[in-house]
């Protein structure tokens, strides 16, 4: 039989049966996008976690107007029925993101060796991410320890289930403030190079105006974009780190350091939509 033989159609009819579903999805750069952002498990992460913080911030939205119209007359129970869905979506989706983080320590491994192979620019870095690296490859088995005993998979103590927790967000803690230190590095070697690719461009105008070599100034409005698209990823990093340090410092203390949980729940709201605007910009 013909494999280029249509199965029993009329190729028009065919074409507008099993094709017409297909003609109707335009071709589109943004889906090409999403198709490439949420295909890795980087963004496919950061997504669930813009969900699951948003679920969370709604949840007390939802019980505070439902006391309201409670005390109104307008509605039997205090409680809000959609917001306990929330909550339950929400831890689903926070002990998935939890479970998918097991392959985690395989990239630090790999970090581990490449950055002795090929080093950072500077000795500073270097020693700041030999120190991040360790302290991931502490944050990784602790919280997989962790998982294991909450899901009693393996039965720990209370206590100590509850150590294991804080120690991880403790290496997490650690991680956190080497990143500060890291960015102040990140943004003096940009400062550097647009310092350097200012004077380059002075020095072009120079030789231009004297008619001895054209300035490539394409190149040169090219690696200054570039820089630009740097600077701003490198400050969407540093926002994250900063709404990431006070989450981290609350969950390292075995009682935590704000009262407020929601307060704790808009931080990681935060650092979700800019880890989201990163990681979209990057892709």
């Given at each position: 039989m013909d494999s280029t033989a249509p199965l029993g159609f009329i190729p028009a009819t065919e074409d507008?049966?099993?094709g017409g579903v297909g003609k109707m999805i335009p071709k589109s750069p943004t889906l090409d996008r999403l198709a490439t952002f949420l295909g890795s498990y980087s963004g496919t992460d950061k997504l669930f976690m813009v969900i699951e913080t948003t679920l969370k911030i709604l949840v007390p939205l939802l019980n505070?107007?439902?006391?309201?119209?409670h005390s109104a007359g307008l509605r039997k129970t205090p409680g809000s029925p959609v917001a306990e869905r929330f909550s339950k979506?929400?831890?689903?989706?926070?002990d998935s993101r939890m479970l998918w983080r097991f392959f985690g320590l395989v990239p630090i491994i790999k970090w581990l060796s490449?950055?002795?192979?090929?080093p950072a620019s500077n000795r500073r870095l270097l020693t700041i991410e030999r120190l991040q690296a360790l302290a991931m490859l502490v944050y990784y088995p602790l919280e997989h320890l962790y998982y294991f005993g909450s899901h009693k998979i393996y039965k720990f103590p209370v206590k100590k289930l509850s150590t294991l927790a804080v120690w991880s967000?403790?290496?997490?803690a650690v991680y956190v403030v080497l990143h500060f230190l890291h960015l102040r590095e990140d943004f003096k070697l940009l400062d550097e190079r647009e310092?350097?690719?200012a004077r380059n461009a002075v020095a072009e105008k120079?030789?231009?105006a004297g008619d001895l070599v054209p300035a490539d100034h394409a190149a040169t409005r090219a690696e200054y974009k570039a820089l630009q698209k740097k600077r701003r990823a490198l400050k969407l990093d540093l926002f994250v780190n900063l709404?990431?340090?006070?989450?981290?410092?609350?969950w390292s203390l075995e009682k935590g350091y704000f009262q407020n949980k929601h307060l704790v729940d808009l931080f990681a709201w935060l650092a979700g939509i800019a880890s989201f605007t990163s990681g979209w910009e990057a892709t």
């Open positions: 507008m049966i099993l505070w107007r439902a006391r309201l119209r979506m929400a831890g689903l989706i926070s490449a950055m002795e192979r090929t967000c403790r290496a997490w310092t350097e690719l120079k030789i231009e709404v990431n340090f006070p989450q981290s410092l609350h």
